[in-house]
C-alpha cells in the first residue's frame, strides 16, 4: 500500500489530532493555516476541528499576511491565535507578525511544520533549521515529534504553550513557537485521539492599586493598550481630574480629561510638569518621548506584567496598578483651555489634509465600529483628531510601530469581532500589504473598509529632518523624493480594481461620508488623493500654534 495514505492510524496525522485537539480544549478558536505539503496533517486536522464546530479555520495565500491576520483575530479576541505554516521560507515569513507580537503583547502561536530533524543539514528539499529560527521573540519555543508518538507529551507542550501565549500565568501575553517535526505518511486517517484532562491555570493577581498622592502636577500617559484597559484610563483621569495624553490606539482617548491636541502643546507645557504617570505602551511622538526622558520629574509606569516603557531610562517608580488621588482642578482646566485655543486655530484654516481625513473617519464611526491605523501619519493624524464622546475601538500594530500587514492585521481585527471594520492606511502602508487584500474564493468574505490616504510618497518624513529644506540641510534635500518619500507611481484605484474590489475615490468630507456610510460586503477601498506638498510646512504652523496656546493660557495664569 501506497505509505502517503496508510489507512492505519499513522503518527504525523495522530500528533496533528492530539495539538489540534488540545488547542481547542483550552479555548483556541482561530486557525490561520496556509497550504503546504508537510504541513497537510496540522491542515487536515484543522480542517475536522472546524467540521466538529470546535474552532474556526481561515485558509490564505501568503505567510506573511496569514500571521498578521492572525495577529489581528488575536488582537481582537484577546485569545491565542494559531497559524500554521509548511517548513522552509514559510515559517520564516511568519518572522514579521511574531516581532510586532512580542512586543505588543498579543498571544500568537507560531505552529510550523518541518522535516525530521535527521534530515536537517543533509540539503535536503525544503529543510533548513527552524528550531529557534526567531530568535530571542517568543516567549516560548518548543518542539514537536510525530515519531515520539507520546500524545501525553504533545499535550503537556501544547498546554504550557496556550497558557504562556496568553500570558496566563504572567499578565504578559506573546508569540510562542511550535515547530513540528512530521514523517511520512502526512495523509492517513488519525484513528482514535487520547483524550486528555481536564487542565486550568488561575490567572495572576496584579496586585492591587497603588495610591498616588495627588500633590505634584500629574500628567497621565497613555500608550498603546486594548479598549478596557483604555476606557478604565478615561474613567481614572476623569475622576482624579489628571489631563491624559493619550494616543489613538490607546483607546483612552475618551472622556472630559483627554487633551486632543496635547501633542503640539507639550514642547512648551513640559515645564510645568512635576509628574507622568505611563499606562500602555507609547510610541507615537519625540515630545512623549522627550518627556519621558527627563530626569527631574517623577515618571511612574503601570505595568501589571512588571516590564515597563523606559526610553529615556528615567522610570523611577514602576507599580502593577495605580489609583491616582484628586488633583487641583485648575491643573486639568489649564489643560482643556489651552487645548481649546489650539483647536480654535485650526478650525479657523480648514484644510483638506491628512488630519482632516483622519478627523472625519475618527468622527463617523462610534463604540461599537472598530477603526485600524496604519503606521506612519494616519496614526499620528488620528492623534490630532478631535475627542469624541463615543470613540471607535482603535487597533494599531504599535509593538514595533511598522507598516507591516496592516491590511492583513485589519482583516484579522473583522474576523475577530465577526463586524465592519475601517482601516486607513497610507499609500505606501497599502502596497507593502496589497496581497493581503486577497482573500481566496472559498473563504467567507471579510467586512473591511480600507481608506487609502494617497499622498504619493512617505509624507511622514516631510515632518522630520529629513524633509528639512535646503536652507538647513544643503545638497541632502535633493535626495528626499528617492531616499525617503519614495513615490511608487502605482494608481491605487486600479490596483485595487485588479483584485475585484469596489472602489471609492472622494475628494472631500461629504464624500467620505458617503462612502462610510455604504454597507459593507467583503473588502472595498475608499481613495483619497491628498497633496503633501505643505506637510512640512503644516506641521511648523501646527507646532507654532502650540506654542501659541501654551503662551495665551499657562503663561498668563
Known amino acids: 500500500m501506497n505509505d502517503l495514505f496508510d489507512a492505519e492510524p499513522a503518527g504525523s496525522p495522530l500528533a496533528a489530532g492530539v495539538i489540534m485537539d488540545e488547542l481547542a480544549a483550552l479555548g483556541v478558536t482561530d486557525i490561520v493555516c496556509c497550504p503546504g505539503s508537510r504541513s497537510a496533517p496540522l ?3 484543522a480542517a475536522a476541528l472546524e467540521a466538529d464546530g470546535r474552532a474556526r479555520l481561515h485558509m490564505r495565500l501568503d505567510e506573511r499576511g496569514a500571521g498578521f491576520t492572525a495577529l489581528g483575530i488575536a488582537k481582537a479576541t484577546g485569545r491565542a491565535v494559531v497559524v500554521i505554516t509548511t517548513s522552509g521560507t514559510a515559517a520564516a515569513n511568519l518572522a514579521p507578525a511574531m516581532a510586532e507580537a512580542r512586543h505588543a503583547r498579543v498571544p500568537l502561536i507560531a505552529l510550523t511544520a518541518d522535516r525530521p530533524s535527521t534530515l536537517v543539514g543533509t540539503r535536503a528539499n525544503q529543510t533548513a533549521d527552524q528550531v529557534g ?3 530571542p521573540v517568543p516567549l516560548l519555543s518548543a518542539r514537536v515529534s510525530a515519531a515520539d508518538a507520546a ?23 506573546g508569540p510562542v513557537h511550535v515547530n513540528a517535526e512530521l514523517s511520512p505518511p502526512l495523509v492517513g486517517e488519525p484513528g482514535p485521539v487520547p483524550p486528555g484532562s481536564v487542565f486550568r491555570a488561575e490567572p495572576v493577581d496584579p496586585g492591587r492599586a497603588v495610591r498616588l498622592d495627588p500633590g505634584p502636577r500629574t500628567v497621565i500617559v497613555a500608550g498603546d493598550m486594548g479598549g478596557e484597559a483604555g476606557r478604565m484610563w478615561a474613567e481614572e483621569a476623569a475622576r482624579a481630574q489628571v489631563p491624559l495624553l493619550a494616543e489613538p490606539s490607546s483607546n483612552a482617548r475618551r472622556g472630559p480629561a483627554a487633551i486632543a491636541g496635547y501633542r503640539y502643546l ?9 509628574r507622568v504617570v505611563v499606562a500602555g505602551h507609547p510610541t507615537l511622538s519625540r515630545p512623549v518621548t522627550a518627556l519621558l526622558s527627563r530626569g527631574d520629574i517623577q515618571i511612574v509606569a503601570v505595568d501589571p506584567a512588571g516590564e515597563w516603557p523606559d526610553p529615556g531610562w528615567a522610570v523611577n517608580q514602576v507599580v502593577p496598578q495605580a489609583q491616582l488621588g484628586l488633583s487641583d482642578p485648575d491643573w486639568l482646566r489649564t489643560w482643556q483651555a489651552a487645548d481649546r485655543h489650539l483647536r480654535a486655530a485650526i478650525d479657523a484654516e480648514p484644510v483638506w489634509s491628512g488630519e482632516a481625513l483622519a478627523a472625519a473617519v475618527w468622527g463617523s464611526l462610534g463604540d461599537q465600529d472598530a477603526l485600524v491605523l496604519a503606521a506612519s501619519n494616519p496614526v499620528r493624524d488620528a492623534d490630532l483628531a478631535p475627542v469624541t464622546p463615543r470613540p471607535p475601538v482603535v ?7 511598522g507598516i507591516d500587514g496592516t491590511i492583513a492585521t485589519a482583516a484579522g481585527v473583522a474576523i475577530g469581532r465577526g463586524r465592519g471594520v475601517v482601516a486607513l492606511v497610507g499609500d505606501l502602508a497599502f502596497l507593502h500589504d496589497v496581497s493581503s487584500l486577497a482573500v481566496p474564493a472559498l473563504e467567507a468574505d471579510v467586512p473591511l473598509t480600507v481608506v487609502v490616504a494617497d499622498d504619493r510618497g512617505g509624507s511622514l518624513f516631510a515632518s522630520l529632518e529629513y524633509g528639512a529644506p535646503r536652507s538647513q540641510i544643503g545638497d541632502l534635500a535633493d535626495q528626499f523624493e528617492r531616499l525617503f518619500a519614495l513615490p511608487m507611481g502605482a494608481e491605487v484605484p486600479r490596483v485595487a480594481a485588479g483584485f475585484g474590489l469596489t472602489v471609492t475615490s472622494v475628494a472631500d468630507q461629504a464624500g467620505l461620508k458617503r462612502a462610510l456610510a455604504q454597507t459593507q460586503r467583503g473588502i472595498r477601498v475608499v481613495h483619497v488623493p491628498l497633496d503633501r ?25
Open 43 to 45: 491542515a487536515y486536522a
Open 133 to 135: 529560527l526567531f530568535g
Open 151 to 173: 500524545p501525553g507529551a504533545w499535550r503537556a507542550l501544547v498546554r504550557r504553550c496556550v497558557v504562556t501565549a496568553e500570558g496566563r500565568l504572567t499578565c504578559r501575553p
Open 266 to 274: 507639550l514642547p512648551a507645557a513640559s515645564g510645568q510638569i512635576e
Open 395 to 401: 487597533f494599531a500594530n504599535r509593538g514595533l510601530a
Open 533 to 557: 506638498a505643505d506637510r512640512a510646512r503644516r506641521d511648523r504652523e501646527l507646532a507654532a500654534w502650540g506654542r501659541s496656546a501654551v503662551r495665551e493660557v499657562f503663561l498668563r495664569k
